[in-house]
Antibody, heavy 121, light 112 residues
């Protein structure tokens, strides 16, 4: 079955960077988009960006431009999301989610379990 | 960006009764080229990631009970639970995937 397994919780100081991983299994990895979404109590669900299935193209939300980088390793079926210059309001649960393919729309059919990132001095 | 607005923010419904959650988009999410509405509904229970319930505004995801249904037009959408069960207590979100940034509604908390 399709599974997205995310890396464990992180605690970071303001100004630091964090790199989260999302290991996919149970489907053809390169055939589907991967999205990153974060959830904070105050902001609800917030789309951060997409790692497109075609040639690893990425598109980031304007809010995170310059701070976020999404990459993938096709040999291990793992997607990474790095967020830099962390601030206290980056404290959130971060999710990866499987999006669309050539034969389906870009809704999010499967989600990782989430990774809590806490930013605190 | 397309703004998604849900109503109500919270809802209390008796077991076995109907629950209706509304969602409105600030722009059309209907593709005239494909004649599809790029709107999804998710259910989130405490401590869990969101779970896809409905996509293309009205297509139920495999394994989702048929008491869940979705409807709508280009900008106005509804999620209906025909007969509320105890396990349906959750927060429900609508989302448009018509254009990036994909945006979510603020959520509707459904209680018994």
């Amino acid at each position: 079955q399709v599974q997205l397994v995310q890396s464990g919780a992180e605690v970071k100081k303001p100004g630091a960077s964090v790199k989260l991983s999302c290991m996919a299994s149970g489907y053809t990895f390169i055939s589907y988009n991967i999205h990153w979404v974060r959830q904070t109590p105050g902001q609800g669900l917030e789309w951060m960006g997409i790692l497109d299935r075609y040639e690893e193209n990425t598109l980031y939300a304007q809010k995170f431009h310059g701070r976020v980088t999404m990459t993938r390793d096709t040999s291990t079926g793992t997607v990474y999301m790095e967020l830099s210059s962390l601030r206290s309001d980056d404290t959130a649960v971060y999710y990866c989610a499987r999006g669309g393919s050539d034969s389906s729309g870009d809704y999010y059919s499967n989600w990782g379990q989430g990774t809590l990132v806490t930013v605190s001095s | 960006d397309i703004v998604m607005t849900q109503s109500p923010d919270s809802l209390a419904v008796s077991l076995g009764e109907r629950a209706t959650i509304n969602c409105k988009s600030s722009q059309s999410v209907l593709s005239s080229s494909y004649n599809k509405i790029y709107l999804a509904w998710y259910q989130q229970k405490p401590g869990q990631p969101p779970k896809l319930l409905i996509y293309w505004a009205s297509t139920r995801e495999s394994g989702v009970p048929d008491r869940f249904s979705g409807s709508g037009s280009a900008t106005d959408f509804t999620l209906t639970i025909s007969s509320l069960q105890a396990e349906d207590v959750a927060v429900y979100y609508c989302q448009q995937y018509y254009s990036t940034p994909h945006t979510f509604g603020q959520g509707t908390k459904l209680e018994i």
